[in-house]
């Protein structure tokens, strides 16, 4: 029934129970009835999906036809690819560079296949069928492609996104999409509620994003130009005053058009220069590895401790962070919480080898990079909470213990009705949906699994699930980003929101950025706001834009 919470399946004694949690108090301020209804809020954190590549399609929302008519034909609403000068419209797009599939995946579509495509969104199933002959699924695994801080903020090109083909390394294949309207997914989205208007609240990739999630923050490298380590630091143009540009500094020797090549980069750091942000530090953006094993660096040595802790040498090995988080906010009023990992306790183990073992968990893929079953692929950079001081494995061995757990432990905990009050879910990389490593459809298969379960619990009556994806994954989207500050928020990301008090059936299209997660939080568990969240709402008011949403439009709260 739409706009009900009572769903026709629900057994007679869940619908009483339902009635009894609406109805005790007689509450009629939206968040008494929030924090009355909702006892657990669970996020799953997907991988590397544009909302356009995936639900494009999806009825009534802010889709491909608002720029395709229904031929599939560009209309005058679509803003055509642009050339690395910003002016030259691509007269068809870049080939994908160094093939469409994967190593190793069949069929296979060679980078010659995939020329001289319409610039247009295309979709990847079938465009590439005249040239190769095969056409994909949503069980291919396709190439990666650029998803990176500066290069996020080049491709959206001031709102205009029409610079996602100039500066993707992987050429066309940033403007295909797939028909992801068979999967359980897409059919929970319309059984439930698709928000269609969320953005990823950092620029770039996942490292950034998994940061914002906990902290609404970027993490900082002090001293990074004079660090023994020396991690790398972004080289950027600047404006006539010195100030710096979100534009990265492009090689002489890079082509100069999208149709001969990617583009080539003076220096894609990991780091941003000193004031980037304004306040004189140093900040990391793109891809650094945790202090803590399970960490992409290996233990210096295993003498000792030294066995549960990263190289510190290494340059993409990040100092401890010590900024406040979402689980600090939780703590601080006695409200449960923990963060849930796909192999996590086998990435533990298999990061305290010694520096030269193989690791077997930990960036795993076969010998093509792809995750599979005997692959797992365990991504250490998307555990966030293994970069902060309050979880050193020696010092803080028991908030360790507490908050940062493995999937057997969600699946265990839904089943007793034991969940935390704020859980996170965290699939390894077999199951994310990352491009490059991982499809589409087994993911979608374990996420839905999950929430099957959880729908099992004993605790969800009173729950509210929030899928969503970390980024965009360098997949183009139509929709221009709000004018926020100068961490985000960037490209737009699909987000669900499961839960027997969701208004079933509907579409969203309230603001949202990945910080209403944890607005989200803040409102049902009534903790104190971080930092990074005010600064962002400011942010957007000073450039016109409404401050973001906690996704409680989603919900029935009267």
């Known amino acids: 029934m739409k706009n009900s919470p009572m769903k026709a399946w629900f057994p007679l004694t869940a619908v009483a129970a339902l009635a009894l949690t609406a109805c005790g108090s007689g509450d009629t301020d939206p968040t008494k009835v929030l924090q009355s209804r909702i006892k657990?809020?669970?996020?799953?954190?997907?991988?590397?999906?544009?909302?356009?590549?995936?639900?494009?399609?999806?009825?009534?929302?802010?889709?491909?036809?608002?720029?395709?008519d229904a031929n599939g034909n560009p209309t005058s609403?679509?803003?055509?690819?642009?050339?690395?000068?910003?002016?030259?419209?691509?007269?068809?797009?870049?080939?994908?560079?160094?093939?469409?599939?994967?190593?190793?995946?069949?069929?296979?579509?060679?980078?010659a296949q995939s020329a001289n495509l319409p610039n247009a969104p295309f979709s990847v199933e079938t465009a590439f069928f005249a040239a190769s002959g095969s056409k994909l699924t949503?069980?291919?695994?396709?190439?990666?492609?650029f998803h990176r801080f500066f290069e996020n903020q080049m491709q959206i090109n001031g709102g205009k996104n029409d610079m996602f083909a100039a500066w993707a390394d992987g050429g066309g294949l940033t403007m295909g999409g797939f028909d992801y309207s068979a999967s359980p997914m897409f059919k929970l989205a319309k059984q439930y509620v698709l928000a269609d208007n969320f953005f990823q609240a950092a620029y770039g990739g996942s490292f950034l994003n998994h940061q914002y999630l906990v902290c609404a923050c970027a993490p900082e490298y002090p001293n990074a130009d004079t660090a023994t380590a020396a991690p790398t630091i972004a080289k950027l143009d600047t404006d006539a005053s010195g100030n710096y540009l979100p534009k990265l500094t492009v090689k002489g020797t890079s082509p100069a058009s999208a149709m001969t090549g990617p583009a080539a980069f003076l220096l894609s750091g990991n780091i941003t220069p000193a004031n980037y942000f304004g306040d004189g530090k140093f900040y990391a953006v793109n891809t650094m590895q945790a202090p803590y094993q399970p960490s992409g660096n290996p233990p210096a040595n295993v003498t000792g401790n030294n066995a549960l802790y990263a190289d510190t040498t290494k340059a993409t090995t990040l100092p401890p962070q010590t900024a406040t988080t979402i689980g600090d906010l939780l703590d601080a009023?006695?409200?449960?919480?923990?963060?849930?990992?796909?192999?996590?306790?086998?990435?533990?183990t298999d990061g305290m080898q010694a520096p030269?073992?193989?690791?077997?968990?930990?960036?795993?893929?076969?010998?093509?990079?792809v995750a599979t079953t005997a692959?797992?692929?365990?991504?250490?950079h998307h555990q966030p909470f293994n970069y902060y001081a309050k979880f050193d494995p020696v010092a803080n061995t028991a908030n360790r213990t507490a908050h940062l757990k493995d999937y057997t432990d969600l699946v265990a905990d839904a089943a007793a009705g034991t969940l935390p009050a704020v859980t996170f879910y965290k699939p390894e990389g077999l199951y994310n949906q990352h491009p490059g490593y991982a499809n589409i459809s087994d993911g979608d298969a374990r996420i839905a699994d999950l929430i099957a379960k959880l729908q099992a619990s004993p605790q969800w009556n009173n729950m509210a699930i929030v899928v969503t994806y970390d980024e965009f994954g360098g997949q183009w989207d139509h929709v221009a980003p709000p004018k926020g500050d100068k961490i985000g928020p960037g490209t737009r990301i699909p987000a669900l929101v499961i839960s027997p008090w969701a208004k079933s059936g509907t579409v969203d299209h309230t603001q949202y950025d990945t910080g209403s997660v944890l607005r989200l939080i803040t409102r049902t568990f009534g903790l104190d706001t971080l930092p990074g969240l005010a600064a962002r709402d400011a942010a957007l008011k000073a450039n016109g834009a409404s401050p973001m949403g906690d996704m409680t439009n989603a919900l029935i709260l009267n």
């Open 40 to 68: 657990n809020v669970v996020v799953i954190y997907a991988e590397n999906r544009s909302f356009d590549s995936l639900y494009g399609k999806f009825p009534g929302a802010n889709g491909l036809n608002a720029v395709l």
């Open 77 to 111: 609403a679509y803003i055509p690819q642009k050339d690395r000068d910003g002016t030259t419209v691509l007269a068809t797009l870049p080939q994908t560079w160094g093939g469409v599939t994967a190593g190793g995946v069949t069929p296979v579509v060679t980078q």
């Open 138 to 145: 949503t069980s291919t695994v396709t190439r990666d492609l």
């Open 333 to 348: 009023k006695k409200v449960s919480w923990k963060w849930y990992s796909g192999s996590w306790n086998n990435a533990v």
């Open 356 to 369: 030269t073992a193989t690791r077997n968990v930990i960036y795993n893929g076969n010998t093509f990079g």
């Open 375 to 380: 692959n797992l692929d365990f991504q250490p």
